[in-house]
């Protein structure tokens, strides 16, 4: 997958998800069968991938360069 496909969200609620930070920005990880039952996997705080609520999450666009410096230092 390419920069400029790859998808990023806001962590905007982090009830019971002590590995969530409010305000900070999450990169999707693909899973068809999670989007369907509304939620989503990221990697956490805990370096591992987990599936939260999408609810939790705020899509946002970030422009091609910033996405690019983003995965570098990820």
Same mark, same amino acid.
């Given at each position: 997958?390419? +920069?400029?496909?790859?998808?990023?969200? %806001? #962590? @905007?609620?982090? +009830?019971? #998800?002590?590995?969530?930070? @409010?305000?900070?920005?999450? +990169?999707?990880?693909?899973?068809?069968? &999670? &989007?369907?039952?509304?939620?989503?996997? @990221?990697?956490?705080?805990?370096?591992?991938?987990?599936?939260?609520?999408?609810?939790?999450?705020?899509?946002? +666009?970030? &422009? %091609?360069?910033?996405?690019?410096? %983003?995965?570098?230092? &990820?």
């Amino acid at each position: 997958m390419n +920069e400029k496909d790859r998808q990023f969200v %806001l #962590c @905007i609620k982090n +009830e019971g #998800c002590e590995d969530l930070e @409010i305000r900070k920005i999450y +990169e999707v990880l693909p899973d068809d069968d &999670a &989007a369907k039952d509304e939620y989503i996997r @990221i990697v956490d705080e805990s370096g591992e991938d987990y599936l939260y609520p999408s609810n939790y999450f705020y899509p946002v +666009e970030i &422009a %091609l360069d910033v996405r690019k410096t %983003l995965l570098r230092v &990820a």
